[in-house]
């Protein structure tokens, strides 16, 4: 079993569209979990950043984090075409040096 | 807003030769990380750095790789030789603490031939 799943897509919606990302995990030691967007040939941008179960917002972007059913979102409201992008999710275990365990990425595409 | 810098942005290499991808972190940051992503792959760990010392590193991330931060500013990673396999972007990442989100470089595209 992957420690971490993430269908790969490729999404596409219309403009305007609420977007639902997800990602699930195996391993209970994942404390830190973070979305990431990534342009073609370019590094990953980080979106959003949590620590506990729960919801955290920041502008159209909105993160979940169950971690008893090891399953994190992100929700992005009101889509534009320039979230046309990868979207990758991240964990790190508790203590250690975090090194980032990401998931394969979801490719999405908002067309006008 | 604070950027981390790489160079070059793609270097084309023969095979068995030595290269080293340039980067330089945001200046307070304190933890150094080297990421690569194969095309088409999922972004991969290689190496931690923290404290002028590897603090982790993969399995891929074996005795053909070494990373230096030679001065207060730079963070280097050197393939020896360079096989066909090494072909990959290489991202460069960097945090001020170990409870924060990192900061990726746009990434060197490395094509060995």
């Known amino acids: 079993q992957k420690e971490v799943e993430q269908d790969p897509g490729p999404l596409s919606v219309p403009e305007g569209a609420i977007v639902s990302l997800n990602c699930t995990y195996s391993?209970?030691?994942?404390?830190?979990f973070m979305w990431y967007r990534q342009y073609s040939r370019k590094g990953p941008e980080l979106l959003m950043y949590?620590?506990?179960?729960g919801n955290k917002e920041d502008g159209r972007f909105t993160a979940q984090v169950d971690k008893s059913s090891k399953y994190i979102s992100l929700f992005i409201r009101d889509s534009q075409p320039s979230d046309s992008a990868t979207y990758l999710c991240?964990?790190?275990?508790?203590?250690?040096?975090?090194?980032?365990?990401f998931g394969a990425g979801t490719r999405l595409a908002v067309h006008p | 807003e604070p950027e981390v810098t790489q160079t070059p942005s793609h270097q084309v290499t023969q095979m068995g030769q030595e290269v080293i991808l340039r980067c330089v972190p945001i200046?307070?940051?304190?933890?150094f990380y080297w990421y690569r992503q194969i095309l088409g792959q999922k972004v991969e760990f290689l190496v931690s750095?923290?404290?002028?010392?590897?603090?982790?590193k993969s399995e891929i991330f074996d005795d053909q790789f070494s990373v230096e931060r030679p001065d207060g500013s730079n963070f280097t990673l050197k393939i020896r030789s360079t096989k066909l396999e090494d072909s990959a972007m290489y991202f460069c990442?960097?945090?001020?603490?170990?409870?924060?989100?990192?900061?990726f470089g746009s990434g060197t595209r490395l094509t060995v031939v």
């Open positions: 200046s307070n940051h304190l933890y």
């Open positions: 949590t620590y506990s179960s």
């Open positions: 991240a964990m790190i275990y508790s203590g250690g040096y975090n090194k980032l365990i």
């Open positions: 750095f923290y404290n002028n010392e590897i603090s982790e």
């Open positions: 391993n209970s030691a994942f404390q830190y």
């Open positions: 990442a960097s945090k001020l603490t170990q409870n924060y989100g990192y900061t």
